[in-house]
C-alpha cells in the first residue's frame, strides 16, 4: 500500500448557503471541478472542511455524498474522522470505509491535551479495527500537542494500518526526521513549506492552496519530483505570498471559500465565531489569484 498516495490533495471547504446550511449540490459541483483537474487526491471533513462545526449527520452526508462520485476515479479520497472520543473516531472510520475512502485522515484528540501514551493509544485503537490506511496529522497549532518524534517512531513501527503521516508542525527539522527515521510516507501539512518538505523526501501535500490553485500546486510537486529544481524555485516563489497568505492571516477557510465564488464555484459563509474576510483581505486575495492556475 505504500505509496498509493501521491501528490498535491486539495483539502476541501465545506460549501453552504447564506443561512449557514450546508450546501450539499454545491459540494458536488465542487468536487466534479477538482476530478476534471485530475487532481491526484481529495480531501473532505478536514479542518479547512470546518470539520468541527458540522454536526455528525452533515460529515456523514457529505462523505456518501462524496464516496460515489471518487470511487471510480484516479483521485484519491482522504476522509476526516477526528473526534474527541476514539469510539466515535472508530464510528466515523467504519463509516468512511463503508463509503469509498481510500483512506482516513486522523489528529489526535484536539482539545483534551493527550499525553503522548494517550495518544499513541488513540492510533493504536483506531488502527486495530480499520482496513484502510490512515493518514496521522500532526499539528500542533490546532491539537494542542506536537507529537515527539520518538512517539511517531512507535507508531510507524508497531501500527501496520498507519503509513502516511501530514506533517504540520512547520518545523523543517521534523521533516527531516521523519523521512530519515521512519517507512511512513510523508505528506506536507504546512503550506508555506512545500518546497522544502518535498526536496526533504515528502511525496505528497494535503495543501489548502491547491483549493485555490490545484494545477500550481500539483506542478510544484511534479518539478520537485522531476528534478527540476530551478523551476521549481521559481514557481514557489509565486505560489509562496498564497501560502504564507494562507497560513498567517488566522482565515483561511474564509480564503478558500471566497476563492471559490471568485472562481465561480461554491463556496458561501463559515459558520459563526469565524467572520468574513474584509474588503482590504478580498483585494489581496484577487491579486494573489491572478499569478496562479
Given at each position: 500500500?505504500?505509496?498509493?498516495?501521491?501528490?498535491?490533495?486539495?483539502?476541501?471547504?465545506?460549501?453552504?448557503?447564506?443561512?449557514?446550511?450546508?450546501?450539499?449540490?454545491?459540494?458536488?459541483?465542487?468536487?466534479?471541478?477538482?476530478?476534471?483537474?485530475?487532481?491526484?487526491?481529495?480531501v473532505i471533513v478536514g479542518s479547512t472542511g470546518e470539520f468541527a462545526s458540522?454536526?455528525?449527520?452533515?460529515?456523514?452526508?457529505?462523505?456518501?455524498?462524496?464516496?460515489?462520485?471518487?470511487?471510480?476515479?484516479?483521485?484519491?479520497?482522504?476522509?476526516?474522522?477526528?473526534?474527541?472520543?476514539?469510539?466515535?473516531?472508530?464510528?466515523?472510520?467504519?463509516?468512511?470505509?463503508?463509503?469509498?475512502?481510500?483512506?482516513?485522515?486522523?489528529?489526535?484528540?484536539?482539545?483534551?491535551?493527550?499525553?503522548?501514551?494517550?495518544?499513541?493509544?488513540?492510533?493504536?485503537?483506531?488502527?486495530?479495527?480499520?482496513?484502510?490506511?490512515?493518514?496521522?496529522?500532526?499539528?500542533?497549532?490546532?491539537?494542542?500537542?506536537?507529537?515527539?518524534?520518538?512517539?511517531?517512531?512507535?507508531?510507524?513501527?508497531?501500527?501496520?494500518?498507519?503509513?502516511?503521516?501530514?506533517?504540520?508542525?512547520?518545523?523543517?527539522?521534523?521533516?527531516?526526521?521523519?523521512?530519515?527515521?521512519?517507512?511512513?510516507?510523508?505528506?506536507?501539512?504546512?503550506?508555506?513549506?512545500?518546497?522544502?518538505?518535498?526536496?526533504?523526501?515528502?511525496?505528497?501535500?494535503?495543501?489548502?492552496?491547491?483549493?485555490?490553485?490545484?494545477?500550481?500546486?500539483?506542478?510544484?510537486?511534479?518539478?520537485?519530483?522531476?528534478?527540476?529544481?530551478?523551476?521549481?524555485?521559481?514557481?514557489?516563489?509565486?505560489?509562496?505570498?498564497?501560502?504564507?497568505?494562507?497560513?498567517?492571516?488566522?482565515?483561511?477557510?474564509?480564503?478558500?471559500?471566497?476563492?471559490?465564488?471568485?472562481?465561480?464555484?461554491n463556496g458561501g459563509p463559515s459558520r459563526k465565531p469565524r467572520l468574513g474576510?474584509?474588503?482590504?483581505?478580498?483585494?489581496?486575495?484577487?491579486?494573489?489569484?491572478?499569478?496562479?492556475?
Open positions: 500500500m505504500k505509496k498509493q498516495f501521491e501528490g498535491a490533495f486539495p483539502v476541501l471547504i465545506t460549501p453552504m448557503h447564506k443561512d449557514y446550511s450546508v450546501n450539499y449540490d454545491g459540494m458536488k459541483e465542487n468536487v466534479q471541478y477538482y476530478l476534471d483537474q485530475k487532481a491526484a487526491g481529495i458540522l454536526d455528525e449527520a452533515e460529515k456523514k452526508q457529505i462523505v456518501e455524498l462524496v464516496g460515489p462520485m471518487v470511487k471510480d476515479t484516479d483521485t484519491k479520497l482522504l476522509v476526516g474522522i477526528a473526534d474527541e472520543r476514539t469510539s466515535k473516531v472508530i464510528e466515523y472510520a467504519n463509516h468512511a470505509e463503508d463509503n469509498h475512502a481510500d483512506g482516513l485522515l486522523l489528529i489526535n484528540s484536539f482539545y483534551q491535551t493527550p499525553t503522548e501514551e494517550e495518544a499513541f493509544h488513540q492510533f493504536k485503537d483506531v488502527n486495530d479495527v480499520v482496513t484502510k490506511p490512515i493518514m496521522m496529522y500532526n499539528n500542533p497549532f490546532t491539537a494542542n500537542i506536537d507529537l515527539e518524534n520518538e512517539t511517531i517512531y512507535k507508531i510507524d513501527k508497531e501500527l501496520d494500518k498507519v503509513q502516511y503521516i501530514k506533517e504540520s508542525s512547520g518545523d523543517i527539522r521534523k521533516v527531516r526526521a521523519i523521512a530519515d527515521n521512519t517507512d511512513l510516507v510523508l505528506f506536507c501539512g504546512s503550506d508555506d513549506l512545500a518546497f522544502e518538505s518535498f526536496v526533504q523526501g515528502a511525496t505528497g501535500w494535503v495543501s489548502v492552496a491547491a483549493n485555490i490553485a490545484p494545477n500550481s500546486a500539483a506542478k510544484l510537486y511534479e518539478l520537485v519530483k522531476a528534478g527540476k529544481y530551478d523551476e521549481a524555485k521559481a514557481l514557489n516563489k509565486d505560489l509562496l505570498p498564497l501560502c504564507e497568505f494562507l497560513e498567517d492571516s488566522g482565515k483561511y477557510v474564509q480564503i478558500v471559500k471566497k476563492a471559490m465564488d471568485l472562481k465561480g464555484l474576510l474584509d474588503e482590504e483581505e478580498v483585494s489581496q486575495l484577487k491579486s494573489l489569484m491572478e499569478k496562479l492556475d
